[in-house]
């Protein structure tokens, strides 16, 4: 018999299928504090929560029965993956499933925006008649900015065409293509910034996405735009935006999530332009019972077949196979990592070559590690190994793979390639027996560099002093080599320097080195799993 904990509000008819069933037993007990939930989680095989219960690694410590946490919903935030990872638990969630609600509560606030809905519901309900506080705007002929094209975004996008809007959507995957495909203009945040007189989030909350509207962006907004947010709250630095309103740059903004949950900010929570909601943005009938349906079917099928569709950090490793490949796993992982670095955009076409001993093999799991490296650049934690491939397609990103048996130079050599608008970025890699992973191309440079997690990318003319410039520039900012490589293509031609930092080179070392006469250009790479150097 498995034990089903479900901490959080969660439809009885959609986890019918769990009560049911005569293996599984299902508590509910929404809302329980962090306290007791960590000491009654060793009782249970299977954890269900929504955005509410926050699933940290504390919490985690005692889950040693626990095997699967679902999230009856998208958004994995409030789940420590890593630490989940770490523990063996399979995080699943329902992607999909809670979109058109999403969608529609992302249309329903942009409209409330336009005609203070809220404020003007307020006042009337109390006996007053102030028909001159309440002149709203039209959406008709009014552009709106879609910040991040995904499930929600799109379909927001094609509710706001119907009401003669006309709509601007900024994603890294998006291409000209799909944009014409769905009637849009594919725009760059900057054009949002200086076009949209409504922008709207649908982004997840990851590194690259925390305090994307700040004050910068905002200062860069049209006068009296009004924002949206029911994607997650910390894509918009939440000072920033009441410094925004206050100035009277954003005319008013509808927000459904906050950086902490329940808020307290109530100098934006009762901003007299500022409507909220609860995190309401799945909370309807049918997205409820969906997301629980697709849960609980799916925890079924896990722990009845062992057959996973939805899982987020579950790694599916074949026991031969993998020996072989072993070596290579998190090496390819960190080849895409680099590569989408350098390419600082979203690619639209990869390429992936085997050659010598790897190519005999069934290279499929590492070819995932590869995507999987290059999507969670702009995907987070939501990408493993296996859903890479459908991700990739889903971005309509096209991918080649090549095996040749002859060797490369190496008993082993994979060379992984981004192409997006005759752009490109490569890396070669290998595994050296007795001395580990090396990249041993980048950009078409031959090289040899330990992946370790503090890499500098230096593009340079061949001329004499270079080398003594870039460490005495590092050395300024107390910043120690590990290693240091050059590579040219011809003697006094363009040339390449890969060095291997003893910590994190930020923006003002790289301003510091691309002033260096004969630099053309420096790049920080950071390899979050990166071989760390033994110090002595
Ligand atoms: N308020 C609520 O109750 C709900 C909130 N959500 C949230 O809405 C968000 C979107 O969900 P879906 O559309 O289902 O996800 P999705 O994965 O289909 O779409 C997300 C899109 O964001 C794009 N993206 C990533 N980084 C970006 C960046 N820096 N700039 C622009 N775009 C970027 C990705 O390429 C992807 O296309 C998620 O954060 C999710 O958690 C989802 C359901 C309900
Ligand atoms: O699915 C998501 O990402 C959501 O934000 C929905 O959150 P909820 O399940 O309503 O707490």
Redesign the pocket.
Same mark, same amino acid.
């Given at each position: 018999m498995y034990k089903i904990l479900v901490s959080d509000a969660i439809s009885d008819s959609g986890l019918k299928a769990l009560y049911d069933h005569p293996n599984f037993t299902v508590d509910k007990k929404p809302g329980l504090p962090a306290e007791e939930l960590k000491i009654i989680i060793q009782n249970y095989d299977a954890l269900i929560v929504r955005?509410q219960t926050q699933v940290t690694e504390e919490i985690l410590e005692n889950a040693n029965k626990l095997q699967v946490i679902a999230r009856a919903?998208?958004?994995v935030?409030n789940i420590d993956v890593k630490a989940a990872t770490k523990k063996g638990i399979i995080v699943i969630n329902a992607?999909?499933a809670?979109?058109i609600?999403?969608a529609e509560?992302t249309m329903a606030m942009m409209m409330s925006l336009a005609r203070s809905i809220p404020q003007a519901h307020a006042s009337t309900s109390v006996g007053k008649w102030e028909r001159n506080s309440f002149k709203g705007v039209e959406l008709y002929e009014k552009t709106l900015g879609v910040?991040?094209?995904?499930?929600?975004?799109?379909e927001v996008a094609m509710r706001a065409k119907s009401f003669g809007m006309k709509i601007l959507g900024?994603?890294?995957?998006?291409t000209e293509d799909r944009a014409d495909s769905l009637g849009l203009k594919k725009a760059s @945040?900057d054009d949002i910034a200086q076009e949209a007189d409504f922008i709207t989030i649908?982004?997840? @909350?990851?590194k690259?996405?925390r305090g994307?509207i700040n004050d910068d962006y905002l200062a860069k907004t049209k006068q009296g735009v009004r924002i949206i947010n029911?994607?997650?709250g910390g894509?918009i630095d939440e000072a920033a935006l009441v410094r925004a309103l206050n100035s009277g740059k954003v005319a008013g903004a509808a927000l459904?999530?906050f950086e902490t949950e329940p808020s307290t900010n109530l100098e934006l929570l009762g901003h007299p332009n500022v409507i909220v909601t609860p995190?309401?943005?799945?909370?309807t009938v049918e997205?409820q019972e969906k997301v629980a349906h697709e849960v609980s079917e799916e925890i079924i099928e896990i722990f009845e077949t062992q057959s996973i569709s939805h899982a987020v950090n579950m790694p599916q490793i074949s026991g031969e196979t993998h020996k072989k490949l072993q070596p290579f796993i998190t090496l390819g992982e960190q080849m895409g990592m680099l590569a989408i670095q350098l390419l600082k955009e979203?690619p639209d076409n990869i390429e992936i070559n085997y050659f010598g001993e790897l190519a005999k093999e069934n290279t499929d799991l590492l070819t995932r590690t590869m995507v999987k490296g290059i999507l969670s650049y702009?995907?987070?934690d939501?990408v493993n190994l296996i859903n890479a491939h459908h991700l990739l397609k889903?971005?309509g990103v096209t991918s080649n793979v090549s095996k040749n048996p002859k060797s490369k130079g190496f008993a082993s050599y994979v060379e992984l390639t981004l192409y997006r608008d005759g752009a490109k970025s490569n890396i070669g890699a290998t595994v050296l027996n007795g001395y580990g992973a090396r990249i041993v191309k980048m950009n078409d440079y031959r090289v040899d560099v330990r992946p370790e997690p503090y890499l500098l990318y230096i593009k340079h003319h061949d001329i004499p002093g270079m080398i003594g410039r870039v460490g005495s520039t590092l050395g300024d900012f107390d910043i120690n080599i590990g290693t240091m490589q050059v590579g040219r293509s011809e003697v006094g031609g363009e040339a390449i320097m890969v060095l291997t930092l003893d910590k994190i080179a930020d923006k003002d070392v790289i301003h510091a080195l691309t002033v260096i006469r004969g630099l053309e250009y420096a790049q920080f790479l950071e390899l979050p799993n990166g071989v760390v150097p033994v110090m002595s």
């Open positions: 955005s919903g998208v958004g935030d992607p999909g809670n979109t609600s999403a509560l910040v991040g094209m995904g499930k929600i975004g799109t900024y994603d890294p995957y998006l @945040l649908h982004t997840p @909350l990851i690259e996405t994307l029911c994607a997650r894509i459904d999530v995190h309401l943005g799945a909370s997205a979203a702009h995907l987070g939501t889903d971005q």
